[in-house]
Structures are given as structure tokens and as C-alpha cells.
């Protein structure tokens, strides 16, 4: 496996210059959620309260002195989701070798280091808009099936074959059989880190390195993650709009249950129903409690089951953010026209209709950056002939005011 960057692995690639407009056009690229939420980069402090009202004084009544009894008793319903910060890394190196050799072209050290830093950026910037998608728990699929037996490499079936752009070689995997509890999953009885060697991206198939014998213990429906990522990543659309009713378990300090709709958004079931009926379904739904959704967020697959079952109908709207865009179709709903934008990022089989001036991402600085805080953009290597370039994310997803927003089941 190639590590770092080095003077044979770089050679080849093209140079460019590494600017401020160039990390926006590398974060936000293909990335239409990450892109279009509100930014909020001063969440400095301990935590970060973000308050929502759910209910209003029930002293009223065609009776004053039961209206006058009620307003001692009722009041205004507040909540208040208490957030804290999740972190995010990724660090790349160059050898020294690879800086010399190029030091007599104009620029070549700013441009062969743009080489790694673009690549730590990228992986940085596509963990977090995966993770705008999923929840706290930081599972990236399931398995479809348990492997079958094979030595030195093996072959992993994703349950969803379009979540295989969740996905890198030389990522390092662990599974487990549940998204928390559970227990941690190997391939030979012992071996539970399972780095990635090969992707079949039309078939959703992960080559992973490791014998799986007869002790292995992958099984359908366990849970797939990047090492270090379990129970510690963003909390994104799936924990604020989760597809389940939640339970009274604290989400944020919160207990949900008491206004499931108003704390949790609207759920929506649309299998077995035409995709824009699903569609329409779930904003009639969100409209109903009050919200205003202007944008559908979708995977391919369903964006391009929409526009096939659009047809004539079929109304194509470009969006832009700062220097990247996007295109999307327009469908009517009870409040007026919403765009509806594919993401990959966005689970296969789920579509989410947002009021999105209620969603703001949260971050120390912005949400992906450069550790260069005392000025230095790479570090010497203490115990090797060359130079490392740190990235880094602290950052949360809030909403203020869920119930303006929903999910649909399409498969």
C-alpha cells in the first residue's frame, strides 16, 4: 500500500495553487446539503443552546374564569437542545525528497503540497457531508451478506449498493453488529481492523484485507464504520428527523416525546406509492405543522425515478453556491415550489423536504479547515525525512425548529 506522498507516487499529477476559492470548490463540490446549510462558524464555549418552542398558553376559553384558571397553569412550552461539539481530523505527510527535487520550478513546494492537502481536505469534507445525512453513531452501510470464505482478501456486499460512495480505498473499517452496544465483528475469530484494497463501485462490493474463514463473524445486517468514527460523529439529519418515532432518551438534553412532530419532524411512509405522490404526501405532512420546505434532498437513484416519472411535467431549476452548483427539478407543494436536489451523500430509498433557514451547521472557525493556528500550514516530522499537513473540524448540526421539516421511506 502506497502511505503519504512520495517522488514516485506524485509524479504525473498536475500542479495547481492552493487558494481560498479552491477549498470551497473542494468542500462543497458534489456535496448540495453541505453546501446549501446556513454556516454559523463561531461556536465558541462550552456548548451552544439552541432553544425551540413547541407549545403555547392554554389559558383560553369561551369561560374567563376557566381561561383565568388555565393561565396560572400553562404557559409557554420551551426546549432547549444543549450542543456540544464533535471533532474531525485528517492529516497527510510529503517527503522531503519530493520537495527538493521540484524546488527550481516556480511555486512547485506550494503546488506538490496542494497535491496532499486537496486529498486530506477531500476526505475531511466528505466524512462531514456523509455524516450531515446519518446520525451520531458514524455507520457508513450495512452488510448485505456474511462473506464467503476466502484468503488474504475478501469480499464485502453492501445491504446498499448506492452507499458505496461512502466509501475509499486504504479506509479502515470496523463493523459491528449493532450501532451502539453490540459486539465488534471479525473476519478470522481475531482480526477486527479491515482495511479497504479494492471497490466494485457498480455492485456496492468493498474488498477487504483479511482471511475470513470459518471463525469469522460478519453477518447480514451489521453495521459498517470508519475506525474512530463509532458513537462520536456528527448528529445530522437522521438524528434530528429520525425515520423511527424517538424515545424519551435525552437527545441534546431533550426528551422528545412529549411533542414527537414539533422536537422530532414529520415521518413519512411512501414504499409501494408513485415517488412524486410519496413526495407530495410528506409536504402536505410537513405543511400541516407549520413548516415551509424549499428544498428535497435525495440520492440519485430517486432524483432520476422523479424526473422519469415527471416527464413532460418536468421543471429544471440550476442553483448556485458561491462558485459550485447544482441542478435541480421543481415540484409543487401545498406552500409553493420546492427544489428537489440528488446528493450522494443522501441514503438510498430516503428523501428529506427541509425548511432549510431552520438548519445551521455550527463550527469553531469553518466547519473544515487547516491546523495552522500558530501560522505554520505543515509540521517537520519528528521521526521521518519529511512534512505533515494537519485538517480538523469541530462542528455540529442544529435545528431550530424540526417539526418544519421531514423524512419520506421511498423503498
Known amino acids: 500500500m502506497v502511505s503519504g506522498v512520495d517522488l514516485t507516487n506524485y509524479e504525473g499529477l498536475l500542479k495547481q495553487l492552493y487558494t481560498d476559492d479552491k477549498i470551497e470548490n473542494e ?48 404557559g409557554v412550552l420551551p426546549a432547549a437542545f ?13 517527503d522531503n525528497e519530493t520537495l ?5 520550478d516556480k511555486g512547485a513546494f506550494l503546488q506538490a503540497a496542494s497535491t496532499a492537502m486537496d486529498g486530506a481536505l477531500q476526505s475531511l469534507s466528505n466524512n462531514l457531508a456523509v455524516s450531515l445525512y446519518r446520525t451520531s453513531a458514524g455507520d457508513r452501510s450495512t452488510v448485505d451478506v456474511e462473506p464467503s470464505n476466502n484468503a488474504t482478501t475478501f ?10 460512495t461512502n466509501f475509499e480505498v486504504n ?16 473476519c478470522d475469530g481475531s482480526q477486527t481492523d479491515l482495511p479497504i484494497v479494492g471497490i466494485d463501485r457498480d455492485n456496492g462490493i468493498l474488498t477487504l484485507e483479511g482471511t475470513y474463514d470459518g471463525s469469522g463473524t460478519i453477518a447480514a445486517g451489521d453495521y459498517i464504520f470508519c475506525k474512530g468514527d463509532r458513537g462520536v460523529s456528527v448528529s445530522g439529519l437522521a438524528s434530528w428527523i429520525p425515520l423511527v418515532a424517538p424515545s424519551a432518551t435525552p437527545f441534546f438534553g431533550v426528551d422528545r416525546t412529549v411533542d414527537i412532530t414539533r422536537l422530532a419532524g414529520v415521518r413519512q411512509d411512501g414504499r409501494g406509492k408513485p415517488i412524486e405522490q410519496a413526495l407530495q404526501d410528506l409536504l402536505s405532512r410537513v405543511a400541516r405543522e407549520g413548516g415551509s420546505p424549499d428544498m ?17 411535467k418536468v421543471q429544471i431549476v440550476d442553483l448556485s453556491v458561491g462558485k459550485v452548483g447544482f441542478r435541480s427539478l421543481e415540484i409543487q407543494g401545498p406552500k409553493g415550489a420546492v427544489k428537489c436536489v440528488a446528493d450522494q451523500d443522501c441514503p438510498a430509498g430516503l428523501a428529506y423536504a427541509l425548511t432549510m433557514k431552520t438548519f445551521q451547521l455550527g463550527s469553531l472557525g469553518k466547519a473544515v479547515r487547516i491546523n495552522n493556528i500558530d501560522g505554520n500550514t505543515w509540521l517537520r516530522q519528528n521521526d521521518s525525512d519529511g512534512i ?11 435545528c431550530k425548529g424540526p417539526g418544519y421539516s421531514g423524512v419520506v421511506q421511498l423503498a
Open 100 to 104: 527538493l527535487a521540484s524546488k527550481s
Open 388 to 398: 505533515e499537513i494537519r485538517m480538523m473540524g469541530y462542528c455540529q448540526l442544529a
Open 155 to 164: 469480499e464485502l456486499q453492501l445491504a446498499s449498493p448506492e452507499e458505496v
Open 82 to 94: 444543549i450542543l456540544t461539539r464533535v471533532k474531525d481530523y485528517s492529516i497527510t505527510t510529503v
Open 296 to 312: 428535497i434532498f435525495m440520492n440519485y437513484k430517486e432524483w432520476n425515478d422523479l424526473n422519469l416519472s415527471l416527464g413532460s
Open 171 to 186: 479506509m479502515l473499517l470496523n463493523i459491528w453488529s449493532a450501532q451502539s452496544g453490540g459486539s465488534q465483528r471479525s
Open 27 to 74: 468542500v462543497y463540490k458534489d456535496h448540495p446539503f453541505f453546501a446549501m446549510v446556513s454556516k454559523f462558524e463561531g461556536f465558541e464555549g462550552e456548548n451552544w443552546k439552541v432553544p425551540v418552542i413547541y407549545g403555547n398558553p392554554m389559558g383560553r376559553s369561551r369561560s374567563f374564569s376557566v381561561a383565568q384558571t388555565r393561565s396560572l397553569v400553562t
